[in-house]
């Protein structure tokens, strides 16, 4: 099972990116995925959630509407669509995978899988 993350990079404030979550090893349709970020000292982060096999989505509070979440089963890919971005979203993001159910997708120790992480920059 692997997860490769994608997409990471530096942008000025407003700007957009798109991260990719690349799964081998296992069907993404039959797993919970997140999207975390993390900066260091601080706690891991919950960003967005897609759930299987429905594809519901959720957002951590601080998004407000500004991210989305999709997937693409036949590919076995995961995206966040990132836009009007802020310096405060700087950090590294995961993603991460695992047989949740809804009440535990925020809680990052409940995932099986992760990925390595890309980095995400907003600054002028």
């Known amino acids: 099972v692997q997860l490769v993350e994608s997409g990471g990079g530096s942008v000025p404030p407003g700007g957009s990116l798109t991260l990719s979550c690349a799964a081998s090893?296992?069907?993404?349709?039959?797993?919970?995925i997140g999207w975390f970020r993390q900066v260091p000292g601080k706690e891991r982060e919950g960003v967005s959630y897609?759930?299987?096999?429905?594809?519901?989505?959720y957002y951590g509070d601080f998004v407000k509407g500004r991210f989305t979440i999709s997937r693409d089963i036949a590919k076995n890919m995961v995206y966040l669509q990132m836009n009007s971005l802020e310096p405060e979203d700087t950090a590294v993001y995961y993603c991460a995978a695992g047989r949740l159910i809804t009440s535990s997708l925020r809680q990052h120790s409940r995932y099986d899988y992760w990925g390595q992480g890309t980095q995400v920059t907003v600054s002028s």
């Open positions: 090893g296992f069907s993404i349709d039959f797993r919970a």
């Open positions: 897609i759930t299987d096999p429905t594809g519901t989505t």
